[in-house]
């Protein structure tokens, strides 16, 4: 029978401590559990003072629990800029034409909006009339028209 020798293993772990500049949880509690075991008998820890640190620990976890709700919210708010504008499909916009050549600027147009892609970041919101805009310059979006239906 092989016998192990359990000075092995420690010996095989690592000595080198990592230090962290985040106290959490955990090491809040294995410094108050150090703390309750290595008090003076002859002067025990203050229940006040056990409890101010208990309510330390809770309000700590608290805002732990909280930065990392916020954090999954900034991260849910970073969607691409086609879902971000999908629903607008559907809809008439209004918008500012400029003529591609000169610049000019040929007026307000309006048109129903068939698909949202996105070039570098922007949204671009593809038109039934074949024209492209950025969705940031759309003027006004309302629901699409009704095409006549004859009128008497």
């Not at 307000?108 to 039934?128: C, D, F, P, R, Y």
């Amino acid at each position: 029978m092989t016998v192990i020798d359990p000075s092995l293993y420690l010996k095989n772990q690592s000595s080198a401590r990592t230090p962290s500049p985040d106290l959490g949880k955990d090491e809040f509690l294995k410094i108050l559990m150090t703390q309750l075991q290595n008090q003076d008998p002859t002067s025990p820890m203050d229940d006040r003072e056990f409890i101010s640190q208990m309510t330390t620990f809770s309000s700590l976890e608290q805002t732990m629990n909280m930065a990392k709700s916020i954090d999954n919210l900034v991260q849910s708010q970073l969607i691409s800029p086609v879902i971000q504008y999908s629903h607008m499909i559907g809809k008439e916009v209004t918008y500012e034409a400029y003529d591609e050549e000169t610049g000019e600027k040929l007026g307000e147009q309006k048109s129903n909006v068939i698909a949202v892609s996105q070039k570098e970041g922007w949204a671009i919101l593809e038109l039934e009339n074949g024209e492209k805009v950025y969705a940031d310059s759309v003027l006004q979006v309302s629901d699409q028209r009704e095409p006549d239906e004859g009128s008497e």
